[in-house]
């Protein structure tokens, strides 16, 4: 039997994440089809860091 041939190698998951970092997107998970070597990567938006309407309220604002 023939071993079967990887799809895609740690590499490529690394560049593709480097790559979207340096274009100033913020990935926050990346998952790998291991048949085919796609990389799907989900990115976070900035909105999410500032707060939400709780911090608002506990400031005293509305």
């Known amino acids: 039997m023939m071993a079967r041939r990887v799809g895609f190698k740690q590499i490529d998951v690394t560049r593709a994440i480097k790559g979207a970092q340096a274009a100033g997107l913020k990935p926050t998970s ?9 990389i799907e990567m989900t990115f976070g938006s ?3 860091s500032t ?3 709780f911090d608002a309220l506990l400031s005293g604002q509305r």
């Open 30 to 38: 990346a998952r790998v089809d291991p048949a085919t070597g796609e």
């Open 46 to 48: 900035e909105a999410s």
């Open 51 to 53: 707060g939400n309407s």
